[in-house]
C-alpha cells in the first residue's frame, strides 16, 4: 500500500534553515508528482510546492517562493523541502502528498512538525 | 491568493444529510472543474473523498457527493454516521502555477 513517512521537523530559529524529507513506498515513485502541504496549528490547510515527476518543473506558493526549494531523488525514492530564512509563520505540521492530475493530492504522509522560535 | 470561503461548522443527526459549500472566485472554482475535498479527523493526515467536483476515489462512499455551481462548490454527506464528524476542506486549482488554494475548513458535528 501507498505509504509517505516524513521526517526532519523540529524546532529552529528564525533565520535558520531546515530540511524535510519523505520516504515514499508502495508504489512507482518515479511516476508520480508529488506536493508539500503545510497547517499551522488550529488552522487550515496550505498547499507549498509541487515537483514534477521526473523533477522537470517546479512551482511554489508565493509566500515560500525564493526560501524553500523542493527536489527529489528518484533512484531513493525521497522527496525533500529545504527550508532557509524560516519565520515564525512557517511553523506548521508539513505534509508530504501524491499528486493525482497535478493538481489534487491523493495520499498523505502523517506530518512532520516545523516549529519557528527563538 | 486568497483561500476558499467554507462555512465555519456545519450540525446534522445521524442518518441526516448536511451540505458544505465553498465559495471562491471566477479565478478558481468558477474556471475550473479542478475542485477537490479532503476529510480531516483530529491529529490525522487529510483523506482524499472528491475530485473533478464529483468523482469518488475507490473505497470513499457514495454517500458523499460534490457539485459546483458557478463559483461555488458543495460537498453533501447524506446518511450522515458518527464516523463523519471531521473537518473538511475543499480546495480548487487557481491556475497561473497555483495548484491548490484550499477553503477555510468546515467542522462536521454529528448530534
Known amino acids: 500500500q501507498v505509504q509517505l513517512v516524513e521526517s526532519g521537523g523540529g524546532v529552529v530559529q528564525p533565520g535558520r534553515s531546515l530540511r524535510l524529507s519523505c520516504a515514499a513506498s508502495?508504489?512507482?515513485?518515479?511516476?508520480?508528482?508529488m506536493h508539500w502541504v503545510r497547517q499551522a496549528p488550529g488552522k487550515g490547510l496550505e498547499w507549498v510546492a509541487v515537483?514534477?515527476?521526473?523533477?522537470?518543473?517546479?512551482y511554489y506558493a508565493d509566500s515560500v517562493k525564493g526560501r524553500f526549494t523542493i527536489s527529489r531523488d528518484n533512484s531513493k525514492n525521497t522527496l525533500s523541502l529545504q527550508m532557509n530564512s524560516l519565520r515564525g509563520e512557517d511553523t506548521a505540521v508539513y505534509y508530504c502528498?501524491?499528486?493525482?492530475?497535478?493538481?489534487?493530492?491523493?495520499?498523505w504522509g502523517q506530518g512532520t512538525l516545523v516549529t519557528v522560535s527563538s | 491568493q486568497s483561500a476558499l470561503t467554507q462555512p465555519r461548522s456545519v450540525s446534522g443527526s445521524p442518518g441526516q444529510s448536511v451540505t458544505i459549500s465553498c465559495t471562491g472566485t471566477?479565478?478558481?472554482?468558477?474556471?475550473?472543474?479542478?475542485v477537490s475535498w479532503y476529510q480531516q479527523h483530529p491529529g490525522k493526515a487529510p483523506k482524499f473523498m472528491i475530485y473533478?467536483?464529483?468523482k469518488r476515489p475507490s473505497g470513499v462512499p457514495d454517500r458523499f457527493s460534490g457539485s459546483k455551481s458557478g463559483n461555488t462548490a458543495s460537498l453533501t454527506i447524506s446518511g450522515l454516521q458518527a464516523d463523519d464528524e471531521a473537518d473538511y476542506y475543499c480546495?480548487?486549482?487557481?491556475?497561473?502555477?497555483?495548484?491548490?488554494?484550499f477553503g477555510t475548513g468546515t467542522k462536521v458535528t454529528v448530534l
Open positions: 515537483i514534477w515527476y521526473d523533477g522537470s518543473n517546479k
Open positions: 471566477s479565478s478558481d472554482v468558477g474556471g475550473y472543474n479542478y
Open positions: 480546495c480548487s486549482y487557481a491556475g497561473r502555477s497555483t495548484f491548490g488554494v
Open positions: 502528498a501524491r499528486s493525482l492530475q497535478e493538481w489534487y493530492f491523493d495520499y
Open positions: 473533478d467536483v464529483s
Open positions: 508502495g508504489f512507482t515513485f518515479r511516476n508520480y508528482g
